[in-house]
């Protein structure tokens, strides 16, 4: 048994570029029969740096991405890249504002895509055949694969002859109590997608979260208390900060406030401007379901609703139960890094197919 498991091994050397706290980090983490011989993770964002350092015991890269030449990632390769069964693994997370409509989706001509077309024109494009990622996978939000950045993208992996896949998903179709649509693109130099059919390599089609792709994949169903495995009791006598003021509840934009319950299925999309502005940042929780009524007046809701905890977003995203953020960050900037990170589970999904 225990040489059957060393042969099925596959040894990979990961390049994850916008590393963020770690999510794809963490996926990876999460498959059988995988080994990490090496992983380079680049961000600018010193409290991500900060957290992804405590987790993984691994300083990220911290210098913009565009200033990372060919040279030097080949030169890393070369030193690292001892065997010739060794994988090269490429995650991507490239930030997602220019492709939402807070960000004016500006798209390629935003300055924040400098870093993604950096990657696919001076490196991807120009790499040695051998220096090429074997697996890649891209995360970023919805409207992504409709831009031209993902155009620039497929192309390219046409081009150097890569079968790829494209989705949009969101957690709760894996009955994660938690909304968060996403695009993923997942691409292969080894492996064929032979089942895909007229998904395989084509930039029109996309694969949603109904698709029975997913048969079998989907966890078992639990509702948010105990999902969170919340103990009401404690909850109540516990009074602590995340609870809302009545100096908050008297404001005007709380009327459009997401309220959900421990006994629903779902929340919606958990922000890096959650806690802060009310609206579309991300669900509010009421413990006291029989206060819940039409038109509530929400300063009748105080002492009973609280704000999800930077932890409990770790696990809506499905982070290791061990995972945690560095003592002296702010809530606020723990609520910033999570609103830009991945669910984990998803992203592993992705991962296991395309690696198996
Ligand atoms: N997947 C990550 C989050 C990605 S969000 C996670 O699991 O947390 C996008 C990240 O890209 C942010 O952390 C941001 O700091 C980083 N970033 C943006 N522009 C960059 C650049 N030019 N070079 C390096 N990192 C950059």
Request: hydrophobic share 35%; proline share 4%.
């Amino acid at each position: 048994m225990e040489s059957l498991t060393q042969n099925n091994e596959q040894k990979i050397i990961v390049f994850e570029f916008f590393s963020g706290i770690g999510g794809m980090h963490e996926a990876l983490k999460q498959i059988n029969n995988l080994k990490i011989l090496k992983i380079f993770p680049f961000d600018i964002n010193p409290n991500a740096n900060l957290t992804y350092l405590e987790n993984f015991k691994i300083k990220p890269n911290a210098i913009s991405i565009e200033s990372f030449s060919l040279k030097d990632y080949e030169n890393l390769l070369e030193e690292n890249l001892t065997d010739n069964s060794t994988k090269i693994v490429w995650t991507m997370s490239p930030p997602c504002q220019p492709f939402t409509r807070q960000g004016n989706m500006e798209g390629l001509n935003d300055n924040r895509s400098t870093a993604f077309i950096h990657l696919m024109k001076n490196i991807f494009l120009k790499t040695k055949e051998n220096f090429l990622p074997h697996y890649l996978i891209l995360e970023n939000v919805k409207n992504f694969e409709i831009s031209e950045a993902n155009k620039m993208l497929c192309e390219s992996l046409l081009e150097k002859k890569y079968n790829f896949l494209q989705f949009l998903l969101s957690p709760i179709d894996f009955n994660i109590p938690n909304s968060r649509l996403r695009f993923y693109l997942i691409a292969s130099k080894i492996k064929k997608f032979n089942n895909e059919g007229e998904y395989t390599n084509n930039i029109n089609k996309i694969i949603t979260g109904n698709n029975n792709f997913f048969n079998n994949l989907v966890l078992p169903k639990k509702d948010i208390k105990s999902f969170l495995n919340i103990d009401i009791e404690n909850d109540y006598i516990k009074n602590s900060s995340y609870y809302l003021s009545k100096e908050i509840l008297n404001r005007k934009s709380c009327l459009s406030m997401d309220i959900t319950l421990l006994k629903n299925f779902s929340t919606n999309c958990f922000t890096k401007s959650y806690t802060k502005l009310f609206k579309g940042t991300g669900s509010i929780l009421l413990l006291d379901e029989k206060l819940y009524k039409e038109n509530l007046n929400p300063i009748d809701l105080f002492g009973h609703i609280r704000f999800f905890t930077p932890n409990e977003i770790l696990k809506f995203l499905c982070f290791d139960e061990n995972y945690y953020f560095p003592k002296d960050l702010s809530d606020k900037s723990k609520y910033k890094l999570l609103g830009n990170s991945v669910n984990v589970k998803v992203v592993n999904i992705l991962m296991n197919y395309l690696f198996n």
